[in-house]
Structures are given as structure tokens and as C-alpha cells.
């Protein structure tokens, strides 16, 4: 009925105006809410066809998480490998599917009885459930061998509240998630490569991370140990802020500083200093960004690294860990970093709010471990003040 | 309760009623205080071709009108406080015994005392894709409205004529991150007629309006201090919070409508006029971040509209009235990014009024009217899941009295009380995803329509004719709203005062 008024009345009006055009949409055939939306995971490492002769993953676990909403959920796959969904609405939503291969199973694909073998979504982070798309969405996951003893736990880069421009305070955080003694030492700390300025980044790269502000810890091989459990904090400036910036932080005590011995920079003598490789990103300091920007840590001899134009690239496999933080966490077509390293992002924190990303702290097995699902949208939260060599 | 939105449409989109604004203010009424002459499809429907029907005579008019209507008896989105300050010009002019031309100019500030969140202007209109932040305070818009309207008979039988709105505005919100506004509304309408004979007419006409608003979020020297959430609502739950600092959001709306209209006069007794169409309106709205444009909804209503009114002078003295009005609405919104429905809404409106009033002596004149105004709201927001429904019944009963003291004072008071029982009330909602009906963000802009009130209202006009040069006239309005405290704190309340001083001057 709507069509003829808008005939009629177009007729009548723009036969003597001759002017405009309605643009109007069709109602769509599809309520929101109403759907059932169906994950179907394959197996892209082969296990599942030795197996079971087919390339679905049943008895999977399924996390996913609206990327527009707080909501979460939580599904294991059929027999048929279909995690089947009702009662969400439209939305990207983060998704980390894991299957973890026993030793039995191991040893009848590989001969070996391994137990730490599991099919993880290494390739896609983010799933698009979209009511009025009825097909089933595809999900594929790889073969992961372990994970990172050590991963960056915490970031605050922010800045306080109520101190106009203060930027000095910023920290990462490592910390060691195995059952054993690490060690820092010649382990790379970068920045994710992105000039915003042109609108360049390599989040898509299939082989290399993209990288700049290269620093590195000291030591030459087991000087700086990192015992299991252990938090280790490394400061843009290794001094007490609170002098500075009433609603900052005591960072005197931290274990490392970035020190940049061709600016003015403060250097407290009583903190190891961080090796800086090549930073061209601050004339002043150390400085990752405030609302933006990703942080990679990673193991490779410095002659490895390659240059690349105007900046560096380094194998994913060197990859130890990797973040990306956005102020709008829900555009994740945004990215800078590629979802080999970060499927997703942390933060929504802006400039000079005194807030920190912290990774979650789970119970995994019985033992206290930081999530670490390589997607930051599921693996931090915000913490409302940073806590430097604690957990919230 | 509809009566309230009606009350805010009228006081804060000036611009839609400005042609009518030289009627007299019987507005309380719509069967009584009817001189025949009023009973045509000029005041009943509004075709433009029938201006030369406007009863008012040759004038020139400076208006200048302040409303204020506060209280906590209020919608999530209102504000505390609503305020209107305006200051209009008005003419009307036979150019020929063929030609009569009417137009006006005013300057407005609008100001939203205590608006917590939102900064959509039109925020009350069922578009459910509203904008804000996580800031309270309040805002302003201070823009100019003009009207301008036409009509010639041609061949002593057609008429033809149109009409036009137009207004701009720019908003600003007072504290901290100042988001700005622009706004800007036309409305145009044209139509015909075809006097049969000098009983019966027959017409018809369209109109369209366009509707721009943009919203400017930009940082200020604050944002170092201040931390900023901007909330976009899409549903009576879920807004999506971002913590981001800029933001351009483009709100395109339009409406189309047709009309056909009868004005009959069969005898020297009975007067009346009809008109009855439909059309459709939509909203467009895209928001713009960091130079890429992203959709943020579209809204649709597809309507049909129609009334009748009709007056019966039964003696000299003795004036009888009818009239119905009729308003039926199937709205519905699609999501922003996916290809869905996310809101639906039915909701049809009829209104029935009687009244008569009796010329007691020269100078006095009284009269009674009763009414009853019914409305069903079946909303299913499925976005959050939530769906309610209402059936609010509304009888009225008016009375007033217009009084002519001497050949210069005189002066129109009425009183009017309202009753809104509201029945069939539902309100559903699906905790799937946690949370419960005690803890839905707007839940008060559905309980306001499901709640039960009383309403009184009083109008005082005295007027006083300044001989040959004009008239000086006032009018003062004031409403008071209370709701029964099945939802609501004992001392909710919603007043509105509305005070309008013209001075009129007489064109020979």
C-alpha cells in the first residue's frame, strides 16, 4: 500500500516541482532475534580426516562474545561439528574455538602419544552472525603445538586523569605463564607498524609483522630471569609520577625503563635500561599510543630483522606474543596488527583516564593462568587504575 | 496521554502549525466557540487552496509567546524541562477579490533544561535511533521559523494554492564535550479544489517535508579532563557505548502525503468538511567516523489520516458540534548493518468529541464539550527483545465561556479534565541474555504510556480592542498532569504554562 501513496503523491508533487527522489528501502523479510545461526568448524589440519574421516570438528569448545554488546556465550560443538546459536542478535562476535587432541588421539595420527596438541581458529577471529544470512558460518581451525611462556599482561599507555598532558607513566607488563624459569633476555619489544598520516598498515601480511620502535631487553642469555608467576614491569620512566601527576603511579620500582639516550630523557641509574634498536616514532621518548596502536613481543636476533621501506618486518613465527588496542574496539576492520598474532583488540580507554588493559585471570587445569586466546577483545579487560606487578 | 506528545509537537515544531496560528485560541476545543465560516477544508485537513477560506481578517500581527512545561512525570528521553521563547510576525493580504496571500517570520530559542543523555532534536517521534552522550545538562536551539502561503481562485470554480514551511536551527549543548547541531525543515504542501456549487466542494492535496539534522561531536579543551561515552540508542535497551570523542552523525527524514477533502454546507443549519488520506515518512541516519560513513538505522511509517468535522446551528443561539479524527501508524525500523527488522510498531489513534454551546445574551457565551481519545500501541522492539502493548482511553470534558464586557474588553476562559485509564498493558521481555524488566535503560518511556492520569487544564484570554488601530490580546494556558502512583513517586507531576501576548493591527 505504501507504493501507491508514494506513486500518487510523486506524481502529483514532482510533476510540477520537478524536483527529488524518495530513496527508500524494502521492509526486510527477517525479525532480528528470531534466528537460529549455525558455526560450522572444519578441521584445516588434517587430524579430524585421519580420525574420523571428515573434516568437521565435533565436541569443540566454543566461546564467543558480542563485539557491540556485553554479552557472552558459551557452546561446545556436535557430532556433526555445528555449534547452533538462538536467541542473539546480529552482531561480529569474537570467537575463540578450541579442541584439545588427546594423546591418544595424537598417537594414532602421528605415532606419537603428545598431549599438548590442539585445533585452535588461528585464521579468524571474529565471526559475522547476521540474521538475515541463513547459511551456516564457516570457521576453520589449524593445529597449535603450546603456547608462549611469556605474554604481555598488562598495558597502560592512557595516561592519568587531571594532569592535562601527562604521558610520562606509561608501562607494559610481562609476565611468565609457565611452570618454569624464563628468561628476558634479547627478547624484542616492538610496535605494531601503522602511519596513520597515509592509512598504511599490513594487517594482512600472510608471512611477516609489520614493525617499529624496536627495543630490546638486555642481558645476553639468562641475566634477567622471570620466574613462573612472576610480573615484570618496564616503564617509559622509572621515576615517581605521583610527584608529577597527583593520580598517577609509583613507577621507581620498576624493572625496566625505556631510556632514550639521544633525547632528553630521564634515566633513574637504579633501573636496567631497556636497548633501543631503532625508534624513530617520539623524538622524546618512548611513547606507544595513547587510545591506539599494538605492541609485539618477539624472539629473534636483531641481524634477522629485515627492513622494509621505512620500517622493519619480522617472521609471526618469531612472534612471542602480540596486543592491539583501539578506542573503538568494535571496529575491528581498523586493525593494524594481523589476527595471526591479535584476532581481536583490547581497550576503549581514551586519552588521560588513568586506565589500564589487564589480562584476564583464569583457572585453567587447577593452576591461575592469564587468557591467552590470542584475541585481545576476549583475553583483557579495562581496569580502572593500573596495577604495575600485580593483577587487579 | 497522546494528548501530551500532541502538546509538545504543537509548542516545539512551531513551523508545522504556523499557517493556523491566526485562528483564535479555542484550541481546547474542537466542536464549540465554531463560527460556520471554520468548517471548511482550510481548517479541516489543511489544503492551502482553501486559505481563501481563512476566517481571520486583514491583519498584521507581532506575537510574542513563552512556554515552559517541567516535571519528573516524564519519558526517559524528556528533558526536566521544555522552554519555548518566541517572537513571530504575521500578515495576511486579499491581493484580489481572486488572491490571498498569508506569511510569517519568527525567531525562537528552544532550551532543554536537564536532559540527561540524549541530543537528537526530534527525539520523540518513534524513530528509535536516538544519539547522545553519557553527559546531563542542558541544551538550546535557537533558530528562525517562516511560513508562507498562497491561494487564487481561478474561473470563479478551482482553487488551487500551497504552501511552505521553513525553519532552521542550530543546537549547542551546554557542558562538556558542546556537541553542536544544525537543523533544518521544510514543508510544502500544494493542492486544489472545485467548487461545484456554492454547498459542496471537493479537493485535493499533497505535501511533503524534508528534515536535516546534523550532530557534531568534536573535542574541546575539556576532553583532557573529561571522559566522554557516546551513546547510540537503537532500542528501549542496549545502547551502544563508545568511548570515542568525535563523532558526525547525518539524519535525513521525509514524508510524502496525499489527501482528498469535501467541504459540504447543504443547508443554512448544517456545516461540514471532511478529508481522508495517507502517506509515508522515513528516516535515514549515517554517522561519519575518522572519514568513513557508516549507516546508524532506518525508520519508516506508513500512515492513513483522516477527519470530519461538523457544526449544526440549530437555533441563534443554540450551536451543536461533531467531530472525529483518526490517525493509524505501522512503523518499523531496519538494523544499521544487517538486513533485519529490529522494531515494529501499530499503533492507530481515533478521537471523538460532541459539544454544544448557547449564546445566553449578547454578551455571554458558554458552552460544554466531551470527548473520549483511544489509542492501541502494539510495540515489539525486538533489537532487546522487549515487547509491550497498551490500550490508553482518554475522556475528556470541557467547558468555557467567552464574555464581552463593553465594545473594547473582553475575554474566553475554559477548564478541562482529562481521565487516561490505560488498559491490556503488557510488557514483556525476554531476560535471555540477561538482565531484567526492572533493569531496561528506557523502561519509563514505556510505563509512560501505560500509566493512568488526570489532567486539568485552564485558559484565560481577555482581549481589548484598541478602536479602529487593532487588537491587544493574551493568552495564558496552563496544564497540569498527575499520575496515579502505580508506577510513579507520589509528587510526580507534569505542569505546562504557556503565556502568548499579541498585538494585532487591523489592515484596510
Redesign the interface.
Known amino acids: ?2 507504493k501507491y ?2 506513486i ?3 506524481f ?2 514532482f510533476s ?1 516541482t520537478g524536483c ?1 527522489l ?4 524494502d ?2 523479510d ?5 534466528e537460529t545461526f549455525k558455526i560450522l568448524l572444519k578441521d584445516n589440519s588434517g587430524f579430524m580426516e585421519k580420525l574420523y574421516g571428515k573434516e568437521t570438528v565435533p565436541n569443540a569448545s566454543v566461546f564467543l562474545k558480542s563485539s ?2 556485553d ?1 557472552e556465550i558459551n557452546a561446545v560443538s556436535d557430532t556433526a561439528g555445528i555449534v547452533t546459536i538462538s ?4 552482531d561480529n562476535y569474537h570467537i575463540t574455538a578450541s579442541r584439545n587432541m588427546t594423546a591418544d588421539e595424537m598417537l594414532k595420527i602421528t605415532g606419537v602419544a603428545s598431549s599438548n596438541y590442539k585445533l585452535t581458529n588461528q585464521q579468524a577471529g571474529v565471526v559475522t552472525l ?3 544470512n541463513k547459511a551456516a558460518v564457516e570457521l576453520k581451525l589449524d593445529q597449535t603445538i603450546g603456547g608462549s611462556p611469556i605474554v604481555l599482561s598488562e598495558l597502560y599507555v592512557c595516561g592519568p ?2 594532569s ?2 601527562y604521558f610520562h607513566d606509561k608501562y607494559i607488563e610481562v609476565y611468565n605463564q609457565s611452570d618454569s624459569v624464563q628468561y628476558l633476555d634479547k627478547i624484542i619489544v616492538a610496535f605494531a607498524f601503522s602511519n596513520n598520516y597515509l592509512g598504511i598498515s599490513y594487517p594482512n601480511d600472510p608471512t611477516y609483522a609489520h614493525i617499529k620502535s624496536i627495543w630490546m631487553f638486555p642481558g645476553t642469555g639468562k641475566d634477567y630471569p622471570i620466574k613462573p608467576g612472576q610480573y615484570i614491569v618496564c616503564a617509559e620512566d622509572a621515576i615517581d609520577h605521583r610527584v608529577s601527576a597527583p593520580n598517577s603511579i609509583d613507577l621507581s620500582k620498576a624493572d625496566f625503563e625505556f631510556y632514550k639516550n639521544d633525547a632528553p630523557d630521564i634515566d633513574n641509574p637504579n633501573v636496567p635500561n631497556m636497548i633501543k634498536i631503532n625508534d624513530l616514532v617520539s623524538a622524546v621518548d618512548w611513547v606507544p599510543g595513547g587510545e591506539k596502536g599494538a605492541i609485539i613481543l618477539a624472539k629473534i636476533a636483531v641481524d634477522s630483522i629485515q627492513p622494509y621501506d621505512d620500517h622493519f618486518i619480522i617472521p609471526y613465527a618469531n612472534v612471542l606474543d602480540g596486543v592491539e588496542y583501539m ?2 574496539v ?2 575491528l576492520d ?1 586493525k593494524i596488527m594481523s589476527s595471526k598474532i591479535d584476532a581481536g583488540a583490547a581497550g ?6 588513568g586506565k589500564s588493559m589487564e589480562r584476564i585471570l583464569i583457572n585453567a587445569d587447577g593452576k591461575a593462568r592469564l587468557k591467552d586466546d590470542n584475541n585481545s577483545s576476549l583475553d583483557f579487560h579495562v581496569n580502572d587504575h593500573p596495577t604495575p606487578g600485580y593483577h587487579y | 496521554m497522546k494528548k501530551i506528545a500532541l502538546i509538545i509537537i504543537i509548542c516545539f515544531n512551531s513551523v508545522l502549525i504556523f499557517s493556523q496560528q491566526l485562528k483564535e485560541p479555542t484550541k481546547a476545543f474542537n466542536t464549540i466557540f465554531l463560527d460556520k465560516n471554520e468548517v471548511n477544508s482550510y481548517y479541516i485537513g489543511g489544503n492551502p487552496a482553501y486559505l481563501k477560506f481563512d476566517n481571520s481578517d486583514e491583519l498584521l500581527s507581532i506575537q510574542s509567546t513563552y512556554t515552559n512545561e517541567t516535571g519528573d512525570y516524564k519519558k526517559y528521553i524528556d528533558p526536566e524541562t521544555n522552554r519555548l521563547y518566541q517572537l513571530s510576525f504575521t500578515g495576511k493580504k486579499t491581493l484580489d477579490s481572486q488572491q490571498v496571500f498569508k506569511g510569517s517570520f519568527g525567531i525562537q530559542k528552544l532550551e532543554r533544561k536537564k536532559w540527561d543523555w540524549f541530543f537528537t532534536k526530534y527525539y520523540d517521534n518513534w524513530n528509535p535511533f536516538l544519539f547522545g552522550d553519557s553527559t546531563s545538562g542542558n541544551s538550546h536551539y535557537n533558530g528562525i521559523v517562516m511560513n508562507a502561503g498562497y491561494s487564487a481562485v481561478l474561473g470563479g470554480k478551482y482553487l488551487i494554492g500551497a504552501n511552505i514551511n521553513y525553519s532552521v536551527d542550530e543546537g549547542l549543548k551546554e557542558v562538556t564535550p558542546h556537541p553542536t547541531s544544525k537543523n533544518r525543515d521544510i514543508d510544502f504542501s ?1 493542492g486544489g479544489g472545485y467548487l461545484l456549487n456554492d454547498k459542496i466542494s471537493f479537493g485535493a492535496y ?1 505535501s ?1 517535508y524534508d528534515y536535516q539534522e546534523i550532530i557534531d561531536y568534536a573535542q574541546d579543551d575539556f ?3 573529561q ?2 561515552i557516546l551513546l547510540k540508542y537503537t532500542s528501549y535497551n ?1 545502547p ?1 557505548v ?4 568525535t563523532e558526525n552523525r547525518y539524519s535525513y527524514q ?1 514524508g ?3 489527501y482528498a477533502n469535501m467541504t459540504a454546507k447543504p443547508n443554512g443549519w448544517i456545516s461540514t468538511a471532511l478529508y481522508v488520506g ?3 515518512e ?1 528516516a ?1 541516519i549515517n554517522e561519519d ?2 572519514y568513513v560513513i557508516y549507516s546508524a538505522g ?1 525508520y ?1 511509517n ?1 500512515f492513513y489520516k483522516g477527519g470530519v468535522s461538523a457544526l449544526f446551528n440549530i437555533t441563534d443561539r443554540l450551536n451543536a458540534g461533531l467531530y472525529y479524527d483518526f490517525k493509524i501508524n505501522d512503523m ?1 525500523a ?2 544499521p ?6 522494531m515494529q510498531n501499530n499503533f492507530p489513534e481515533h478521537i471523538i468529541k460532541a459539544g454544544v454551546d448557547y449564546q445566553f445574551c449578547k454578551s455571554i457565551k458558554a458552552g460544554v464539550e466531551a470527548g473520549i481519545d483511544i489509542a492501541k500501541y502494539d510495540y515489539k522492539d ?2 532487546s ?1 522487549i515487547n509491550w502493548s497498551a490500550k490508553p482511553k482518554k475522556t475528556m470534558l470541557g467547558m468555557g465561556s467567552q464574555v464581552k464586557c463593553n465594545d473594547y474588553f473582553s475575554f474566553f476562559i475554559s477548564f478541562n479534565y482529562s481521565h487516561q485509564s490505560s488498559e491490556d498493558n503488557s510488557f514483556l521481555f ?1 531476560p ?3 538482565g531484567s524488566a526492572a533493569n531496561i535503560i528506557r523502561k519509563n518511556d514505556i510505563l509512560f504510556y501505560q500509566t493512568n492520569y488526570n489532567q486539568y487544564a485552564v485558559s484565560f484570554t481577555p482581549a481589548y480592542q484598541l478602536k479602529s488601530l487593532g487588537l491587544v490580546k493574551l493568552n495564558i494556558n496552563y496544564s497540569y498532569i498527575k499520575p496515579e502512583k502505580e508506577f510513579w513517586a507520589n509528587s510526580a507531576k507534569r505542569e505546562t504554562f504557556e503565556a502568548n501576548l499579541e498585538f494585532r493591527l487591523n489592515v484596510y
Open positions: 500500500m505504501k501513496f508514494k500518487l503523491t510523486l502529483g508533487l510540477l527529488g524518495v530513496d527508500s528501502l521492509k526486510p527477517t525479525i532480528e532475534g528470531h557491540a554488546f554479552y536467541g542473539v542478535n546480529s547476521n540474521a538475515s586523569s587531571g592535562g598532558l578506542l573503538d568494535t571496529k581498523k576503549g580507554i581514551q586519552f588521560y583516564t | 500544494f499533497a511533503v576532553a583532557l579532563y571522559e566522554t542496549r551502544y563508545l568511548p570515542v570523542k521525509n510524502y502525503s496525499g495517507g502517506g509515508f522515513q535515514t567516523i575518522s532506518h519508516e506508513t518499523w531496519r538494523h548493518s544487517y538486513d533485519v527488522v529490529i525486538y533489537f527483545q525476554s535471555e541474555n540477561g
